[in-house]
């Protein structure tokens, strides 16, 4: 296996990568710059581009600019629409305290990570640590993150979902909850047309193993959870 550095900066803390892959066989990453895990001054996103597979990588581009204090972008995910559209999530976090303002933005790009537009808010979706903006084979969009429940403050995963390409939102669903267990920051994979697997992780600091929750209906029902043997 043969490996090549994306980036490498000691004076930062270069975090949380995602990788597309585009129509023209470009590679988009994606990721966080901060002082340090546990500080996130002038925090910003940032990406690179290779045209060769990834062999050698583009200078680094802001997406956002630099936040300071309590306000900051913090983990980006990007995926491919159909239409060949890049698109790329990222949790915009006011405050230091869960139940303080959270919003999750969305850009996209025409042309390859060259352009991206302005970004757009996803109407009540205050939750953190976004998975990729996926398209179903259906055309839905899907967009999952959590948040703590109001009824046991256990972390709890939701998604939001669009059938008009981002024009208007669902109100939340609720992807996995259970009193047992802290569940967060889901990947989802549709498997087949409709059926969708939420991977959850879990963030009681007890050891549990991954879990997954189950959608037999695009996103709109779910069921589980499920204990799947990963660490």
């Not at 129509?23 to 690179?48: K, M, P, Q, W």
């Not at 597979?53 to 200078?59: D, I, L, N």
């Not at 042309?111 to 990729?132: L, Q």
Request: charge should be negative.
């Amino acid at each position: 296996m043969q490996k090549y550095i994306v980036s490498r900066d000691d004076s930062l803390y270069e975090a949380f990568p995602d990788l597309v892959k585009t129509d023209s066989g470009r590679l988009i990453c994606v990721y966080t710059e901060c002082a340090h895990h546990g500080n996130r001054e002038l925090s910003r996103i940032v990406f690179r581009t290779s045209d060769n597979r990834g062999k050698s990588w583009s200078s680094v581009h802001a997406l956002t600019e630099r936040r300071s204090g309590s306000q900051y972008h913090n983990c980006a995910r990007i995926s491919r629409l159909h239409d060949g559209r890049i698109a790329i999530a990222c949790d915009y976090i006011s405050g230091e305290k869960l139940t303080d303002t959270r919003d999750i933005k969305l850009w996209f790009s025409s042309d390859d990570g060259e352009s991206w537009s302005e970004p757009m808010i996803i109407p009540g979706a205050h939750a953190i640590m976004p998975d990729k903006l996926i398209e179903l084979k259906s055309g839905r969009w899907l967009i999952a993150a959590h948040s703590p429940s109001e009824t046991t403050g256990k972390l709890t995963e939701y998604l939001w979902y669009s059938d008009d390409k981002g024009k208007t939102w669902s109100e939340r669903v609720t992807v996995a909850s259970d009193p047992r267990y802290n569940l967060c920051e889901a990947s989802l994979l549709e498997v087949e047309p409709d059926v969708v697997v939420a991977y959850l992780r879990e963030n009681s600091w007890m050891g549990y193993d991954c879990f997954k929750a189950i959608s037999r209906d695009g996103g709109l029902t779910w069921n589980g959870v499920y204990n799947v043997p990963l660490p």
